[in-house]
């Protein structure tokens, strides 16, 4: 892991640049308020908020000239720019908000739309112990055919040594040029691993599916991201026509995605004009989410959820709980994501993604940092993204339920 004086430098870069930053992203967010959430407040009020910014914009008219002046190594304006942004947002200490550089922004853009060169890794922050951790592969991925694991932690990245402090820049440096390597060090249990895995286009099948014993279906989906919302309808429409008479829903290992699709399927299952999602906004205002459309899935169902299914798929999970009444979901506690990030994009191709709402479950139940109880614990299996009917006793308990 990182060294004290690593640790040392960045803590005095990270002040440093946060006292820079605040002239550029008091502009920044003006101009993203101003155009993106018209009303929210008034030219005149963002005017004012950045003329306060001032006597922080001369400091880093010092800072700048001191940089350039005496700074022995070469300097990169755009860097110092980006590194003075990201610095700025981090400042939240919010581990959902984050400053996108325009490169950052393109591959994050490209995850949504699903098609993307590298290896095919989900990754996520531990924030307890400060670690960067896999909880999945991507089917038919490089990362999946190298045999990397749901759990195993990233080390190291091209032997530069990595922890929770260096997420942010994390999938940028596992990502690169078709045909090139990556090797990524692992610490899996007590056993240190190397992995040299080739670069490849990852194509991104957010949904699988198949018919289980007793007519039972599986649609397992990994992410609420692209367009998973219509893949789910051709999923069900196919496993109907093969004669299921339930169906098991697989989030396991789901770290969310798009809200909007996890609703549009949650829609599928819920008696038009209930309450799928209340929405907590900054001025305390709430936005009610309810069901427009007729159920169209009326069969037995289960939710299969563990310890990394968040965000999306706890939206999905809350509803199913409290408002369909056929459904039980099964596994273990939820991993605790209530909060909901909105992405605006600048004009110069960056972006930011900062926290802007609160949800709730229909029955205004808090999920942030608390989870959703399954109806039924199976906490004795870990998911690894590849069904196995043998030894899988959450799967195994979820058809046990279907069958009686």
Not at 125 to 143: F, R
Not at 151 to 161: A, K, R
Not at 293 to 300: A, S, V
């Amino acid at each position: 892991m990182n060294s004290k004086n690593k640790n040392s430098r960045n803590s005095v870069y990270k002040t440093i640049m946060t006292i820079v930053a605040t002239a550029i992203i008091t502009f920044v967010i003006t101009t993203v308020w101003i155009y993106s959430r018209a009303g929210a407040e008034s030219a005149e009020s963002a005017i004012g908020s950045a003329a306060k910014s001032s006597a922080l914009a001369a400091k880093l008219s010092i800072i700048r000239n001191k940089i350039y002046s005496e700074y022995v190594g070469e300097v990169n304006e755009d860097d110092l720019i980006d590194g003075a942004v990201k610095g700025y947002v981090s400042g939240l200490n919010d581990v959902y908000s984050e400053y996108l550089t325009e490169e950052e922004m393109s591959s994050y853009t490209e995850d949504i739309e699903g098609e993307f060169v590298g290896i095919g890794v989900y990754i996520t922050k531990d924030t307890t112990n400060n670690l960067i951790v896999v909880y999945g592969t991507i089917p038919n991925s490089p990362a999946q055919a190298a045999g990397l694991k749901t759990g195993d932690i990233i080390t190291s990245v091209d032997g530069v040594q990595c922890d929770g402090d260096d997420y942010d820049s994390i999938t940028n440096s596992i990502r690169g040029l078709e045909g090139t390597k990556v090797t990524l060090g692992i610490l899996r249990g007590e056993e240190e691993l190397t992995f040299e895995i080739e670069r490849k286009t990852v194509e991104v099948e957010h949904v699988t599916s198949q018919v289980l014993e007793d007519n039972i279906g599986y649609i397992y989906i990994s992410s609420f991201e692209g367009n998973v919302a219509d893949q789910f309808k051709k999923a069900y429409n196919d496993l109907s026509s093969q004669g299921i008479t339930s169906l098991i829903i697989d989030v396991r290992n789901n770290g969310g995605g798009i809200v909007d699709e996890s609703l549009e399927i949650a829609e599928l299952m819920t008696d038009k004009g209930q309450t799928l999602l209340i929405e907590l906004d900054k001025n305390g205002d709430e936005k009610v989410i309810k069901a427009e459309e007729d159920k169209t899935i009326t069969m037995p169902i289960v939710l299969l959820v563990n310890e990394y299914s968040a965000s999306a798929s706890e939206i999905l999970a809350g509803i199913m709980k409290e408002n369909v009444e056929n459904a039980i979901l099964i596994g273990d506690t939820t991993y605790g994501k209530g909060v909901i990030q909105t992405l605006y994009s600048l004009t110069d191709g960056s972006g930011l993604k900062i926290t802007t709402n609160e949800y709730f479950t229909p029955n205004h139940n808090t999920i942030n940092k608390i989870g959703i109880e399954p109806d039924i614990k199976v906490d004795d299996y870990l998911y690894t993204g590849t069904l196995d009917l043998e030894n899988d006793t959450q799967l195994q308990r979820a058809i046990e339920e279907l069958k009686k």
